[in-house]
């Protein structure tokens, strides 16, 4: 017989595993990434609340989950377990399903704590202050898991109420599917008129993949028809390689009518009995505990490389819809360092003005006017990167993750932002050209504001704007000219390399921002394999 493996190893080999696949993301809308999420939830829900929990404590008592669709009759059984009302259906919870945990009084501690399902606050009933007090918490945004005790109860055995795997209010569904992931015994009720629905099957063929210890219920079957309908379930569960599955009956009774009533003892004598069984027996207990954590190991062979798949996928992607960015932007950078070359900046007004001065216009007219200019060759560029972009986007699905298309409200706009960043060269040229002025013309005879529209004329104008380094250099003398020429020009990259750079880290910043990266399938696929060596 397999036994339970408890060594500290593995638990410290689970417990990075579980890091791992908890740092996974799956944000970008491609084909698989739905079902990767679910799988990295689900993986992580039987870790936590399961697996680790087990292994650490194999001594704890064994879970068993009563799982089903609606109108099951999942909380009449488990009364009728019990042997009172400890699970009722309209009263504590008539629109919200709060899931019951029934144990043996003795056995309140191993639950009561965060050991299993840590993220359901625990209410315990009846040392609960009063009945406002228990609604107040059930309908409150807090995830509830009700405690309840029974001395009817064998020790060593817990049954769990869950939600209906079915129900119309999502997060009930998922409350479910947590806790079934908690179990160590696998419940599933099914009526005769629902045994073949797809829900039911749904769970059926997860308990298979995950070699979980499940057992069957087929509730509510009519007197008349209970040997048809319960032959043709049995060749249903053989067909779907579950013919070994413990199968029991339940007739419909008057106490099933609305899930209010107890079920005669005879009516769940089997069920108990089968139940208490594995309690009692040490060899049973050991193999249902076996059979449902090494099935949760086991599938990690299939499910840790199907993520690793999927971040792969993901990162593939981001790797696109990056390259497009930087791509377009490479290219646009490479386009102003050309127009900046051929003199473009000095066009339209700024042409207007230079051809003017200094008769009809001024110096400051002059560099607020190359200043403009620069900054609407800027912002065409950027303008221009992000159409370029927009049309690769539209090609990959990933583009679609809400916060990835560019919208750039005011006032921060890049237009703004550009703005900005050209009036800082302006400035930071002036102030050089001052020094340099100072420096060189102790008589203050120059003005510096006129050399700054000069030296910024020059570089920014072209060919065009040969007189303006030619008189440049009749104020300053060659040698101190070309200085300033060759400063003006490194502060001028140095910002046309700032702004462009700017709004290209802020195209990229929802793609950083959504932590998609190749270490995550490394560290998913470096994380099976050192359990495997453990294992």
Known sequence: MVTLDVRPQLLDTLSVLRDRVAAARFPLPLQGAPRA??????????????????????????????GGSTGAGKSTLVN?????????????????????????????????????????????????????????IVGSQERVLRIETADSLPRGLALLDAPDI?????????????????????????????????????????????????????????????SDVSRQ?????????????????????????????????????????????????????????????????????????????????????????TAAVESAYDREHARVRSRLKSGAVLAGDALRRWRGYPLDSTAGELLDALTESLGVLLLCAVTAADEHIDEAWRREPGAGTPGLTHRDPEPESAEHRIGVTVRR??????????????????????????????????????????????????????????RLRDRALRLLSEYVDRALRTERERRLAPLDALDVNAEHQAELIAALSVLQKER
Request: net charge negative; aromatic share 6%.
């Open 37 to 66: 999420r679910a799988n990295r939830d689900e993986l992580l829900a039987q870790l936590d609340d399961y697996l680790v929990p087990r292994l650490r404590e194999p001594e704890a008592p064994l879970l068993a989950v009563i």
């Open 166 to 226: 079915d129900s119309l209010v999502a997060g009930n569904r998922v409350l479910a599917a947590e806790l079934i992931s908690a179990a160590d015994i696998w419940v599933l009720v099914t009526t005769a008129a629902r045994y073949a629905d797809a829900v039911p099957w749904h769970l059926l063929r997860t308990a298979k993949a995950h070699r979980a210890t499940l057992i069957t219920v087929l509730d509510r079957v009519p007197h008349q028809v209970v």
């Open 80 to 136: 009728s377990l019990v042997g009172r009302r400890v699970s009722e259906a309209g009263v504590l919870r008539p629109t919200t399903r709060t899931p019951v945990l029934v144990c043996h009084p003795e056995d309140h501690h191993w639950f009561s704590g965060m050991r299993v399902l840590p993220d359901l606050t625990r209410v315990w009933v009846p040392h609960q202050e009063t009945d406002d007090d228990l609604h107040d």
């Open 425 to 482: 060269w302006r400035r930071v040229l002036e102030e050089y050209t001052e020094e340099q002025v100072r420096d060189l013309d102790k008589s203050g005879a120059q003005d510096a504001e006129s050399v700054t529209a000069l030296a910024a004329t020059a570089l920014l104008g072209g060919r065009r704007a040969g007189a303006a380094g030619e008189e440049l250099a009749e104020r300053l003398g060659v040698q101190a000219a070309l």
């Open 233 to 321: 379930y049995g060749a249903l569960l053989t067909k779907a390689g579950l013919g070994e599955v413990p199968r029991f009956t339940v007739p419909e009774l008057p106490e099933s009518a609305w899930g209010g009533g107890l079920l005669p003892a005879t009516a769940v004598a089997p069920l108990r009995a089968w139940l208490t069984y594995q309690v009692h027996d040490p060899a049973a207990r050991e193999a249902a505990l076996s059979r449902t954590a090494q099935g949760v190991l086991d599938s990690l062979r299939s499910r840790m490389p199907e993520l690793a798949g999927a971040a792969a996928a993901q990162y593939a992607a981001a790797l696109r819809l």
